[in-house]
């Protein structure tokens, strides 16, 4: 089951697959993969790229972070 449902429903509203999204940012598949599955927290430097690069805030992707 998908844990972090919000971040892969805007990945894919603007990129076609997981793929090209976690290339762009210079992560592996697998490892954006297990961030969206909940089985490991990206890094704050993690979650302000993926933030960015999805033009959102980092409260709307990671909800657990109150900044």
């Known amino acids: 089951m998908d844990k972090n449902k919000?971040?892969?429903a805007r990945?894919?509203?603007?990129f076609d697959t997981l793929t090209d999204f976690s290339l762009l940012i210079?992560?592996?598949p697998d490892r954006l993969?297990?961030?969206?599955?909940?089985?490991?927290?990206p890094t704050a430097?993690?979650?302000?790229l993926i933030c960015k690069k999805?033009?959102?805030?980092e409260?709307?992707?990671f909800p657990e972070c109150r900044t």
């Open 26 to 28: 210079g992560m592996t």
């Open 6 to 8: 919000v971040l892969k």
């Open 11 to 14: 990945v894919f509203e603007k």
């Open 33 to 41: 993969s297990k961030i969206i599955h909940g089985r490991i927290y």
């Open 54 to 57: 999805l033009g959102a805030r």
């Open 45 to 48: 430097e993690e979650r302000s």
């Open 59 to 61: 409260n709307e992707i």
